[in-house]
């Protein structure tokens, strides 16, 4: 594996061949992955590789060109810097971009993140078969009611990188992950229904393949016999992945670029009640928990808490270094590739238990999955229907499961409509947060 | 071929006998070279051209049910050396030296000749056309408040050489041209897309030029405005030419890959011969229907693309095969088997999957609806295809009432059951056209197309937000 001051030379080399009024930003990363897939009791796939990159930006008078390579081999580095430049050339100018300078940075630091851990790199292949072929057994045994497992698999990765820019901007960082996931099938042929379940953690030590195991089996035996419900109108409790799903649409329309550009349902609405009074809606990359933590963003700002909504009422936009400049503030530190992000989002949990949560409400619709999320939604008009499937609560408990149904309200209705906000927050893989909530009303579609 | 370059013969049979040097039942090298570029117009302005490069080698071995792979961006040989060996250590084979005998090259006719390569086009003519499509999508009316435009293209070429002594190698060239408008109305904002894809060079603007693409973008928007939430309830849905292939593809297409149907997680599981459809229902994988998104000589196992009938007037024939499948079952990979890049396994995915043409008059379609939904446009969706259980999101939808289009619908939602939907569809038009997009399997994005003639599915549960 390389070192620290290898990736900084090569970003440096090339921030370094800035010329004349262009500006250069340079990333390179390295990293090394396994992946371990099992099926019926033998290893179907192992796969052990390194791999290395290179995205180049190059601005010259507000014009910008982009270039990567999956090398970092001097002859390629080279041609993609060339690439960047040429493509520069056909951008059109624009008054507000150019990379961050670490004046316009201020006095932000880069937080210190510890999220590499020194003993995966040293934990033999075989220990990660094992988890893999472990959790398939796992699931097997998990509930009486499972006859298969789709698919058992467990990965890790290791990556560094870099961050130079002509501007004066260095920075690097690097981190561990490691997964555990299965899919479980349950039930006959004619009523297969499938669940999914995972542990994540930044080393081996931190995965719970019993948890995986359970959530998987659980999340599809208690689906079996699903029938198409009636067509009401009902409160809705989401799951954590489900909320964090249906948060990650919201905070898209919090970025300043669709904002800036008018494409945001949330354009205009500074100061203003946008969610109900429990809501605090925040974005941190720089808690170690989050799975998306960065000290720093893909522009080389350090990264910070922004409170995105307080309240109920919304606080902030997130901005880049050319939104910043265009809306007269500043970088909250979270550019992502060449736009405006989240990595670390989450509600500020609740007071209540799942339990309690479910005992709040006489009944509910659980939603332990969504689909059609993409063509069902828009963060633009706000529209969102999906289809859904889960279980009936009645009394507080799981009452019959339901398919082949939708939901349906708007993306702004649903922040308002926030009636209970779980106290179980739950980092996810992908970034973000995701924790049980209570949505007081939607539209449930069915029979 | 051009594939020469990627790597020397010599390199890969030595490569291949490093894989086996512990044994295994097969190994193989998977060498791509890929550059793309792409250019995106926003909010009236070119905002960023970018371009990228990718090379490199995946190695795999198998032995027993064990596949062992290793890939490598270094293509000396002692890079490739190395990842053959992690490769063979990942496949923990113990026994006996084999060798790797004479290559022999198979050869593929190209299914359509690439006229304008993307490198031969100046970036200048690009990033033209991108600014051509802003001004067509904003003359459809000062309600379009927003446009973005973007162009995609990509050579890659692959060279696939196996222990069993195949080396084959293929271009892949595709272009793809997008635009998004947004529209600004008493009921909010209102988005509409549009993006055709070929696997052909930039002549693909000569088929659809800018103008049309941000034409039909900016009135999908405009007509949303004016629409209407759907009617939620069980209707019968027409589906216009294209529009609903894709449906297809996911509540049927994924049920029918060898790999899915070997971990149990398909309903169409044993029921080979049996009548699972409609017998106005033909589905066919096509690998090679020139042109279309998920067209191309060889797959990425070095199997030539091919066309598959997997279900022939409702009865189902076969299912789609990559490599390891089709050598499980003594049988022939069906040219089924891809990766997304050489950091991938292959896998069985689709290609170009459509339904066959029918003998009706898709006016007569609509005209023989008293009531229901005629869907334009669908987006994405999802399917679980352990169950077959679907839901699509609509984009452009109209009522139809006493055999007319009326009323533009808006948040509509299909849900079903492919297998329920194939039985149930009553009338197949004799008109035909396709869709390109991007299937996700694992993780994995591949370009398919799917198509289908417009035709009726006699009932459909509709989820929308309207009475």
């Known amino acids: ?447 | 071929m051009e594939d020469r370059h990627l790597l020397d013969e010599d390199v890969i049979r030595r490569t291949l006998g490093t894989a086996l040097k512990r044994g295994g039942d097969f190994a193989e090298v998977f060498v791509e070279e890929k550059t793309s570029s792409s250019a995106s117009l926003d909010d009236g302005r070119v905002e960023e051209v970018s371009s990228s490069r990718r090379r490199g080698v995946g190695i795999r071995v198998v032995v027993g049910e064990t596949t062992g792979f290793a890939h490598t961006a270094d293509l000396s040989e002692e890079g490739l050396r190395s990842a053959a060996e992690a490769a063979a250590g990942a496949a923990q084979g113990s026994s006996g030296v084999r060798d790797v005998g004479a290559f022999s090259r198979k050869t593929v006719e190209p299914t359509h000749a690439v006229r304008d390569y993307p490198e031969s086009i100046d970036k200048e003519i690009k990033v033209e056309a991108l600014r051509r499509a802003d001004a067509a999508a904003r003359a459809e009316g000062g309600a379009i408040a927003q446009v973005s435009a973007s162009y995609a293209d990509s050579r890659r070429r692959i060279l696939v050489a196996n222990s069993d002594g195949l080396i084959a190698g293929d271009e892949q060239i595709r272009t793809r041209f997008s635009v998004n408008a947004v529209a600004t109305g008493d009921t909010g904002l209102q988005t509409g897309t549009e993006s055709p894809g070929r696997t052909v060079g930039w002549e693909l603007l000569e088929e659809f030029p800018p103008e049309q693409t941000a034409q039909i973008a900016a009135r999908r928007a405009l007509s949303k405005l004016e629409a209407r939430p759907a009617p939620s309830g069980k209707w019968p849905v027409v589906l216009k030419k294209g529009a609903g292939g894709v449906l297809f593809h996911e509540a049927c297409g994924h049920g029918l890959e060898a790999d899915l149907v070997a971990r149990d997680a398909s309903i169409f599981k044993g029921r080979v011969g049996e009548q699972v459809a409609s017998s106005l229902v033909t589905v066919v994988d096509d690998g090679r229907l020139a042109r279309e998104w998920g067209a191309y000589g060889i797959d990425d196992e070095g199997a030539a693309a091919q066309r598959n009938v997997l279900i022939e007037d409702g009865v189902l024939t076969d299912y789609m095969w990559d490599l390891l499948r089709a050598r499980k079952e003594g049988r022939q990979s069906s040219g089924n088997g891809r990766r997304e890049t050489y950091m991938n396994l292959p896998m069985v995915r689709m290609t170009n999957t459509f339904l066959e043409r029918g003998e009706t008059d898709p006016d007569d379609i609509i005209s023989a609806t008293p009531y229901g939904i005629y869907c334009v446009a669908l987006g994405g969706g999802q399917v679980n295809t352990a169950t077959g259980d679907f839901v699509f999101g609509v984009t452009e939808a109209y009522l139809i009432e006493n055999g007319v289009l009326t009323a533009p619908l808006r948040n509509a939602q299909l849900i079903g059951n492919g297998a329920e939907a194939l039985r149930a569809i009553d009338l197949v038009g004799n008109d035909f056209d396709t869709w390109a997009g991007t299937c996700g399997k694992d993780g994995q994005g591949v370009p398919v197309s799917s198509g289908q003639p417009t035709l009726r599915v006699s009932e459909l549960t509709v989820g929308g937000t309207g009475a």
């Open chain 1, 1 to 447: 594996m390389t070192s620290k001051r290898d990736l900084l030379v090569i970003a440096r080399e090339i921030a370094g061949s800035a010329r004349g009024a262009e500006q250069i930003e340079a990333r390179v990363g390295r990293g090394r992955d396994t992946d371990v897939e099992v099926l019926r009791g033998s290893v179907e796939s192992l796969t052990v590789a390194e791999s290395e990159g290179v995205t180049i930006r190059v601005v010259v008078d507000g014009r910008q060109g982009v270039a990567s390579a999956g090398s970092l081999d001097p002859e390629i580095v080279a041609a993609t810097l060339e690439d960047a430049r040429d493509n520069a050339r056909f951008a059109e100018p624009d008054e507000f971009s150019g990379l961050a300078t670490p004046a316009e940075l201020g006095d932000a630091i880069v937080p210190e993140l510890d999220l590499w851990r020194d003993d995966l790199a040293l934990i033999p292949t075989e220990e990660k078969v094992a988890m893999a072929l472990e959790l398939e057994r796992a699931v097997l045994s998990a509930n009486s009611l499972v006859r298969g497992v789709e698919s058992s698999s467990y990965g890790d990765g290791s990556n560094e990188s870099a961050l130079v820019t002509s501007t004066g901007i260095e920075a690097f960082h690097r981190r561990t992950t490691a997964s555990l996931g299965a899919s479980a099938l349950a039930g006959p042929d004619s009523d297969t229904q499938t669940g999914y379940g995972f542990s994540v953690g930044r080393t081996v030590s931190d995965l719970d393949f019993e948890y995986a195991a359970n959530q998987a089996a659980n999340r599809a035996v208690r689906l079996l016999g699903a029938t198409q419900p009636a067509t009401q109108r009902i409160p809705v409790i989401l799951d954590p992945l489900v909320a964090r799903t249906i948060l990650a649409l919201i905070i898209s329309a919090l970025g300043a670029e669709s904002v800036q550009k008018g494409r945001s349902m949330f354009a205009g609405r500074l100061g203003e009640a946008i969610g109900s009074p429990i809501v605090n809606l925040i974005e941190d990359p720089t808690n170690p928990d989050a799975f998306g933590a960065t000290p720093y963003d893909s522009e080389g700002a350090p990264t910070r808490r922004v409170n995105l909504v307080t309240a109920g009422v919304l606080n902030a936009y997130l901005h880049n270094v050319t939104t910043a400049r265009r809306g007269k503030t500043v970088t909250t530190g979270s550019a992502l590739g060449s736009g405006v992000g989240a990595r670390a989002a989450y509600l500020r949990p609740g007071p209540l238990s799942v339990e309690e949560l479910f005992a709040s409400v006489p009944s509910a619709l659980y939603v332990q999955s969504v689909s059609g999320i993409h063509s069902g939604t828009s963060t633009v008009s706000g529209d969102f229907s999906v289809g859904a499937e889960g279980l009936m609560v009645r009394d507080g408990v799981f009452a019959e499961p339901v398919r082949e149904a939708t939901i349906a309200s708007t993306l702004p209705r649903i922040l308002l409509d926030i009636a209970q906000i779980g106290s179980d927050l739950t980092w996810l893989p992908g970034g973000g947060a995701g924790m049980t909530l209570l949505i007081s009303d939607m539209m449930l579609s069915g029979s």
